[in-house]
C-alpha cells in the first residue's frame, strides 16, 4: 500500500498536484495534507491527476470534496485528470462527475482553470 | 497443498501457519514492526457441509468443491488494515468467474465497510469478515463490536457539492447486489452485502 504526492507549479497561479498509488482511509491524510497547504498558501486553482492511482475510495473523494469546497470560498477550481475507467466509474456513481471538471489530460484540465 | 489455500493471499504480510485444513496467515512483525499474530489473523475453513455437498477434507472431493467454502478474516479496526481486506477479498473473488471490473468493486465495498466501522470511532477493537463463497455469488459478512449504529447512505446532491463524508455506504449499496445493515448488543453492527457473477 502506497501513495505518491508530487506538487508542482504549472504556469500562471495553478500548481498540479499528482498522485500515484492507493488512496484509502490509510493514505489519504497525506493527500489531505498535500491539497491542505496549497490552498494555505494561497493556490485556489488545482489539478490534481488521478492518472497513476490505482484505487480510491471515499475518503479519499472526500479529500477532494473538502479541497474543492476551500478553493471554491475563493473563486478557485480543481480539475481533475482521469482515465481510468474505474475510477470515473467511482465518479459517476456518486454523481461527483458534475462536480468536478474531469479531463483525460493535464492540458485540458489546465485550460479549463484559465 | 488445497486449492483452497493455494488460492488464498501467499503471505501478503507475512508467514503462513497451516493447520489440519485451516490456514492461518498471521500478520506478523513486518508491516508495523510489532507482533500482530494474536490481533489479526486469516482464517480459511472449509464449511463441513456448505450446500449439501459431502466434504472429505485432503482429497479430491474437497479441492472440486474449494470454492464453495467459508473464509473468516479478522483485522485490527485501523486504517493500515483495510488493505488486507481487500487483498483477501481479491484472493477470493479471483476463484469465481468475477470479472476483473467486478473484483474491483468488491475491494471497494469491502474497504468501504471497514472504513465505516473505523471511522465511526465505536471503539471496536477488531473488525471481522467473514466471506461465504458460492459458485457464482460471494456474501459478505462485516461485523464489529463497537457502539451501536446503523449508517445512512448520502447520495451525492444533483447540485452543490456535497458532504465530505457518508459516501462509502452510498458505493457499497451502487456496487452491491444486495446490502443489509443491523445492529444489536448481542451480534455487534453487521453489514452483510452479496455480489453475484455477472451482475
Known amino acids: 500500500m502506497d501513495i505518491k504526492v508530487n506538487v508542482r507549479e504549472s504556469g500562471g497561479d495553478a500548481y498540479v498536484v499528482e498522485l500515484g498509488g492507493e488512496i484509502d482511509v490509510y493514505t489519504s491524510p497525506k493527500v489531505k495534507d498535500a491539497i491542505t497547504e496549497l490552498i494555505d498558501q494561497g493556490h485556489y486553482n488545482l489539478v490534481i ?14 479529500v477532494l470534496i473538502g479541497g474543492l469546497k476551500r478553493v471554491r470560498e475563493h473563486g478557485g477550481s480543481v480539475n481533475l485528470v482521469c482515465t481510468n475507467p474505474q475510477i470515473r466509474k467511482i465518479f459517476d456513481i456518486t454523481g461527483l462527475v458534475k462536480i468536478f471538471g474531469i479531463y483525460d489530460d493535464e492540458i485540458g484540465a489546465q485550460k479549463a482553470l484559465a | 497443498m488445497s486449492e483452497l489455500e493455494a488460492s488464498l493471499p501467499a503471505s501478503p504480510l507475512g508467514t503462513e501457519h497451516r493447520r489440519g485444513s485451516e490456514l492461518e496467515a498471521s500478520l506478523p512483525t513486518s508491516p508495523l514492526g510489532t507482533e500482530h499474530r494474536r490481533e489479526s489473523e486469516l482464517e480459511a475453513s472449509l464449511p463441513t457441509n456448505p450446500l449439501g455437498t ?58 468501504e465497510a471497514c472504513t465505516n466501522v473505523i471511522q465511526s470511532e465505536s471503539g471496536a477493537d477488531s473488525i471481522e469478515i467473514v466471506v461465504e463463497t458460492g459458485s457464482a455469488e460471494l456474501k459478505i459478512h462485516v461485523r464489529d463490536h463497537g457502539a451501536i449504529r446503523v449508517r445512512q447512505a448520502v447520495a451525492a446532491p444533483l447540485g452543490g457539492v456535497p458532504v465530505e463524508g457518508g459516501l462509502g455506504v452510498f458505493l457499497i449499496q451502487a456496487l452491491m447486489d444486495s446490502v443489509e445493515q443491523s445492529a444489536n448488543p448481542e451480534s455487534g453492527n453487521q453489514l452483510v452485502m452479496t455480489k453475484r457473477v455477472g451482475s
Open chain 1, 49 to 62: 491527476n488521478l492518472e497513476r492511482v490505482r484505487y480510491i475510495d471515499s475518503t479519499g473523494l472526500g
Open chain 2, 54 to 111: 459431502e466434504h472429505r477434507r485432503g482429497n479430491a472431493t474437497q479441492v472440486a468443491n474449494a470454492h464453495l467454502g467459508t473464509v473468516e478474516l479478522r483485522i485490527p479496526s485501523k486504517p493500515e488494515w483495510v488493505a488486507v481486506a481487500r487483498l483477501t477479498i481479491a484472493a477470493i473473488a479471483n476463484r469465481l468467474p468475477f470479472s476483473v471490473e467486478e473484483i474491483e468493486d468488491l475491494k471497494l465495498a469491502i474497504a
